[in-house]
């Protein structure tokens, strides 16, 4: 579920934040992620949490995007409600 989000995130991450020239892959963006977009490299783990943490994945995949670019309010809050909700559901 989250790996969706972050390779769309991969996709236009040379649009948001400046990439470092090193050997870009055409094939698999995330390769030498670290070193072409240090900044992302940082917290993309928080993006990836795995399968028992998908709602604190998307909260954390919806922070970064409220960072650099404007979100539909009313769809961060959903977001944010439903996150809420499969984290009661689930504990």
Same mark, same amino acid.
């Given at each position: 579920?989250e790996?969706?989000?972050?390779?769309s995130?991969?996709? &236009?991450?040379h649009?948001l934040?400046?990439e470092?020239a @090193?050997?870009p892959?055409?094939?698999?963006?995330?390769? #030498? /992620?670290e070193?072409?977009?240090?900044?992302?490299?940082q917290?993309?783990?928080?993006?990836m949490?795995?399968y028992?943490? &998908?709602?604190?994945?998307a909260?954390?995949?919806?922070? @970064?995007?409220?960072?650099?670019?404007?979100?539909?309010? #009313? /769809?961060?809050?959903?977001i944010?409600?439903?996150a809420?909700?499969c984290?009661?559901?689930?504990?």
């Open positions: 579920m790996s969706y989000a972050v390779g995130i991969l996709k &236009v991450l649009l934040e400046p470092k @090193y050997f892959d055409a094939f698999g963006l995330e390769r #030498r /992620l070193k072409r977009h240090p900044q992302f490299a917290i993309i783990g928080e993006m949490q795995g028992d943490r &998908v709602p604190e994945s909260l954390r995949i919806l922070q @970064y995007i409220e960072k650099v670019y404007p979100v539909n309010q #009313r /769809l961060a809050e959903e944010r409600r439903l809420g909700s984290r009661q559901q689930y504990k």
